[in-house]
């Protein structure tokens, strides 16, 4: 997987930019708020359609602008993403090749493991967070997953829907029944795929650390649901299911979101992606794309040697301040840019 060609328009700092990549690792170099973390995010947003560092996507639209666009050519495939912010809406649309796609069909065309150091939140953060980082990583290689996850929110949407009808005298309980078998249907692919995946992650060996990320799946099935009927119907939404299921970030037995250092969660985040890397590699039959924002600032040296390492067996791009932690050897291998507000200074 190779990205050879990334333009924006509007995006972020940025009003124009067309860049070209070789097979060199890339290197953005730049002060603080320069724009390089805005270029590893705009590549990811090219591959997911998601940001994961705003709330709301019209922020990714250039201040006092009101239409924005990331392009980028992988092989033979186009990929674009336009983005329209006006003070009545907001919309986005996704295109391969010209063609315009729907987000579950689009995502899997160009894959990227991110590492950032907002990604922390992964194991200090919500359950939520820590759901998002497993349905990022598996929507981009399953499309079942992608599917059955998709389908899994819609029935959950429906069925909450009935629940408050239930709640409020306007259905019966029985009304639950086809969305509860849906829900449980969709529910197994999601759970088995989390399942599997963290499964395998725990199998790999790590040189920054034996971490264990252990599920805590929500079990879903019509005996379990049964015994929450009466709350469901209180709270009007559905009390289990992969929606509320989560991991566990361990080290030693200890639980790092409460045990941890903040040097041990940045590493097992680390871990986790670089390990999230080889298990896309293995299902895909080829490698993503690596995109690393201020990997080595906290990192030792033992452990800076063993991320280079990995940089170079696929296209890496990486974001740092400055170059010091970095081998002298690397660098001479490696393109290296300049960023300065918005702009790449050759």
């Known amino acids: 997987m190779f990205l050879k060609q990334l333009n924006l328009i509007n995006f972020r700092n940025y009003a124009q930019l067309e860049l070209n990549f070789d097979s060199r690792p890339t290197i953005f170099v730049g002060n603080n708020a320069a724009g390089k973390s805005n270029l590893l995010e705009a590549v990811y947003f090219l591959s997911t359609t998601k940001s994961g560092r705003v709330d709301e996507e019209a922020e990714l639209v250039k201040q006092g602008e009101s239409v924005a666009k990331i392009e980028g050519e992988i092989e033979e495939i186009k990929l674009e993403i336009s983005l329209q912010n006006t003070d009545e809406q907001f919309s986005k649309r996704v295109e391969v090749n010209g ?74 309980m029985d009304e639950l029944d086809y969305w509860t078998d849906e829900l449980i249907k969709y529910a197994k692919v999601v759970s088995d795929g989390r399942m599997a995946f963290l499964d395998s992650i725990n199998n790999f060996q790590s040189p920054l650390g034996k971490f264990v990320f252990e599920y805590k799946q929500s079990e879903l099935s019509v005996e379990r649901l049964a015994q929450y009927n009466g709350r469901e119907v209180v709270a009007a939404a559905t009390l289990i299911g992969p929606h509320r299921d989560d991991f566990v970030v361990q080290l030693d037995g200890r639980n790092l979101a409460h045990f941890g250092s903040r040097g041990e969660q940045r590493t097992a985040t680390l871990a986790f992606k670089l390990a999230q890397l080889e298990y896309m590699a293995l299902t895909l039959g080829k490698r993503p794309i690596l995109l690393l924002d201020d990997v080595f600032s906290e990192l030792d040296a033992l452990h800076r040697a063993h991320v280079v390492e990995v940089v170079s067996r696929q296209q890496t791009i990486i974001a740092t301040v400055e170059l010091e932690n970095l081998p002298k050897k690397f660098l001479n291998s490696a393109r290296i840019l300049k960023v300065e507000d918005g702009k790449i200074v050759l």
């Open 99 to 172: 063609v315009l796609r729907r987000a579950v069909d689009y995502i899997g065309n160009m894959p990227v493991v991110l590492f950032s150091p907002s990604d922390i939140n992964m194991v200090t953060g919500s359950p939520s967070l820590r759901r998002w980082h497993l349905d990022m990583a598996l929507a981009q290689v399953d499309f079942q997953y992608k599917r059955s996850l998709t389908a899994y929110e819609q029935v959950l949407t429906n069925r909450n829907r009935v629940l408050k009808r239930i709640r409020e005298g306007k259905a019966k």
